[in-house]
């Protein structure tokens, strides 16, 4: 791995985003029956990556639950954050990973995260370039924000149990913003 | 009729899903006038043609932002008292002080809860029911 000596590595977790447009720079995460959204505008060579669990049915964009809204929320700060950055709504490109039925989630959150993905971006009119969703493991994801370029590898075994007992960990929140409850002037 | 029938509310955001995502929370809430455009510019045309009693904005918007909505609603003597709640996804209070300075009547953080929005929202009318 002498190759990786330049390559600045991002890792992000459950509940982060991150907006790059360091060509050395490559976004990581791992992924069991969360997702990551990796979107990018080719033309100002900028792209992001977020990683969002939904508990419960984020599936259904009208079902209006917290779940739901708590994803589109995600979304936004991603899409805010390569906006501010110079890039632009019309130009964005996206690829979608994980979402994965692993062993210890006997429900469909994986996959209902995954069409909660997809019906989002379809309805923003975001056009998805590549996506590998589903199956029973967990995913190790690489993505260039720059190049675009998304490489993924199958964790397996010990690594799939690793994975699923770091997303079993209780249930983030949405978070707290600085002016979390209502305020009134 | 109750309250939140009688209230025209217009709804900006530039996210389809976000507006599909208010127009839901509002109807919920037993709004039934609602209409919605995609970023302030639109917004304001909206305003200018029919004024609604009360607009949710969104902050970051191409074209014209929250913040240059607000300014455009409150310049306009025919939609100046309209009421004006703006919605923001990330914290700033810089951006929340100065949207108070000019005159929007609340602020609701994202992501919201049909209770924090009902709350927001009686906090300018009164109870809805």
Known sequence: ?185 | MSIAEKIKVLIVDDQVTSRLLLSDALTQLGFKQITSAGDGEQGMKIMAEQPHHLVISDFNMPKMDGIGFLQAVRANPNTKKAAFIILTAQGDRALVQKAAQLGANNVLAKPFTIEKMKAAIEAVFGALK
């Open chain 1, 1 to 185: 791995m002498n190759d990786a000596a330049a390559v600045r590595r991002v890792h992000i977790i459950q509940g982060e985003f991150k907006v790059l447009n360091d060509p050395n720079a490559v976004l990581s995460t791992i992924l069991g029956s969360c997702v990551a959204a990796c979107l990018r505008d080719p033309v100002a060579g900028i792209g992001g990556m977020n990683h969002f669990l939904l508990p419960g049915s984020g599936g259904s964009m009208t079902s209006g639950g917290d779940a739901t809204r708590y994803g589109v929320h995600l979304m936004e700060l991603l899409i805010n954050g390569l906006l501010k950055q110079g890039a632009r709504r019309d130009r964005l490109e996206a690829k979608i990973f994980g979402g994965a039925k692993t062993i210890a989630s006997f429900s469909n959150v994986g996959e209902q995260n995954a069409a909660f993905a997809m019906q989002f971006l379809k309805d923003e009119g975001i056009p998805v370039v590549g996506s590998s969703t589903g199956g029973e493991h967990g995913r190790k994801l690489e993505f260039w924000p720059v190049s675009g370029r998304a490489r993924q590898y199958p964790l397996t075994g010990a690594e799939t149990q690793r994975t699923v007992a770091m997303e079993e960990r209780p249930v983030r929140t949405p978070p707290k913003s600085v002016e979390s409850s209502i305020e009134f002037f």
